[in-house]
């Protein structure tokens, strides 16, 4: 600001917002005030400045009176006697053109020097290095202060996450254990809330788990022992039923069996005992109580003794009662009973020689169509140790003639009305097996008794023997 008159410079008019500026930020301070300013010609020379001992000082080495006056519009303004002052030593800060440091006495300072747009004159703000210094130090120091403040945070943080992560690391190793079956049970922690319920859960779980897999292994030990009681009552069934059926003269022979389950109690038999005109056929078919293992073994032991017996004896009498004495030894404490029925048939003379034993009559059908049930007053093996004395019964087959001997399993069958297959029905049947060959009246009956039943589950051994008497020999 110059006098126009006198043309003396009174001083200069800026802005302090402009400090940042002028600074490039790094001497910005939060007190702008703070910041000291001094006017400079364009030769370097101080006009005015905050620091008034800086006033008239050359910011460079040499500076002449006539350099000097030029600051000034007129000549005679210039004043006659200058004594300039010793100059500034001004050394050139790293951080860009215009930066400098100066000393102030003892003092160093640190200031930037800005030429203002279309004048002759520079501005040069500065300030004491300490001073800025202190500033950034303040800075530094706040932001440590937050960094330490930041990093213990993140630490406690950690800490408390990894405290109350506890009871839920301790679930995850509990069930890590127990996949490698080793299981431990979690025990439950103090800030475990609801992961000690949950581990309370998995437990109880597991627990549950254990033992069911116990069970399953008494099961499945079970199940193979019965497995192999299975395997030896099949091979003892395949024994008990014969292979098969022998081969007599003007007689056909067909058979069927089907268990209930997969090891039955019922079995037959058929075997020709004698040669020649004194050969006879035997059929045999018998029902033990129960199913199953034992049920097998007891009829094995039983067929056994009968063929045994009437091998050797020449009363079919004899041969139960022997059989009976033997078998209520054997079976006395298990409860085991037998019914059972022997026919006898001798070709020579065409004589039938028939036995029951509590079993269900066998169905004869003569050729003239009559049908009859062969009764006999027999009682079963195994409730006395002798059975009541009761001699056989006799009677002369004819051609044609057709006998079915047979189980419970056939007349008790039942369909899903409840409603049993009965010995009406199968008398019925019989009666309309005229000209059927023994295997094509065992297809038959088979073939009646499925229709009647149709999807009904089977629950009982059915066995079927038929005995047919033809005029030659065709048996096979």
């Known amino acids: 600001i110059f006098d126009i008159s006198s043309q003396e410079v009174l001083g200069i008019l800026y802005t302090l917002s402009d400090t940042d500026y002028l600074l490039d930020g790094l001497l910005a301070s939060k007190n702008p005030r703070a910041i000291k300013t001094a006017i400079l010609s364009k030769n370097g020379i101080i006009l005015q400045a905050t620091d008034s001992t800086l006033n008239l000082i050359s910011i460079y080495k040499e500076v002449s009176q006539e350099q000097f006056c030029d600051v000034f519009l007129r000549k005679d303004f210039c004043p006659p006697h200058l004594l300039l002052r010793s100059p500034l030593n001004l050394s050139p800060l790293p951080y860009g053109e215009g930066f400098v440091s100066f000393y102030i006495g003892d003092k160093e300072m640190w200031g ?45 943080a950690f800490l408390v996450a990894k405290r109350l992560s506890k009871p839920i690391r301790k679930l995850a190793t509990v069930m890590i254990e127990t996949r490698r079956n080793q299981h431990h049970p979690y025990e439950p922690d103090s800030l475990g809330f609801e992961i000690n319920r949950l581990g309370e859960i998995f437990n109880s779980m597991v627990q549950s788990l254990s033992q069911q897999q116990s069970l399953a292994e008494k099961n499945y030990e079970i199940k193979q022992q019965a497995q192999n009681a299975l395997r030896l009552g099949e091979e003892a069934q395949q024994r008990l039923l014969p292979n098969q059926l022998p081969h007599y003269p003007t007689a056909e022979i067909a058979k069927a069996y089907i268990p209930a389950i997969t090891v039955g109690g019922d079995f037959f038999d058929s075997f020709v005992i004698g040669e020649g005109d004194q050969a006879k056929l035997f ?28 091998s050797e004896l020449s009363s079919i009498q004899e041969a139960v009662q022997q059989t009976s004495s033997l078998f209520y030894k054997q079976t006395a404490e298990s409860g085991m009973f037998v019914t059972l029925c022997i026919y006898c048939y001798h070709y020579a003379t065409r004589q039938l020689e028939y036995y029951s034993c509590g079993h269900n009559p066998a169905c004869l059908r003569m050729p003239n169509g009559e049908v009859s049930f062969l009764s006999h007053p027999g009682m079963a093996l195994g409730f006395l ?7 056989a019964y006799t009677l002369t087959l004819e051609e044609e003639s057709l006998l079915v001997l047979y189980t419970d399993g056939v007349t008790e069958a039942n369909n899903k009305h409840g409603e049993m297959f009965g010995e009406e029905r199968l008398k019925t049947l019989i009666a309309s097996l005229t000209k059927h060959s023994a295997e094509e009246a065992i297809q038959s009956i088979m073939l009646s008794i499925k229709s009647f039943v149709k999807d009904y589950q089977q629950h009982d051994d059915i066995t079927l023997l038929v005995l047919k008497i033809t005029k030659t020999d065709t048996a096979h």
């Not at 501005?123 to 213990?152: D, G, M, N």
């Open 283 to 310: 059929l045999i078919v018998a029902d033990a109580s129960g199913k199953g293992v034992n049920a097998c073994a007891y009829s094995l032991f039983l067929k056994n003794m009968l063929h045994t017996f009437l």
């Open 112 to 156: 930037y020097i800005h030429p203002l747009q279309d004048m002759d004159f520079c501005i040069l703000t500065y300030e004491e290095k300490t001073t800025i210094f202190a500033s950034l130090w303040r800075r530094a120091l706040l932001y440590f202060a937050y960094f330490c403040c930041v990093l213990l945070g993140s630490i406690t």
């Open 385 to 391: 140790p002798e059975v009541p004395p009761h001699p």
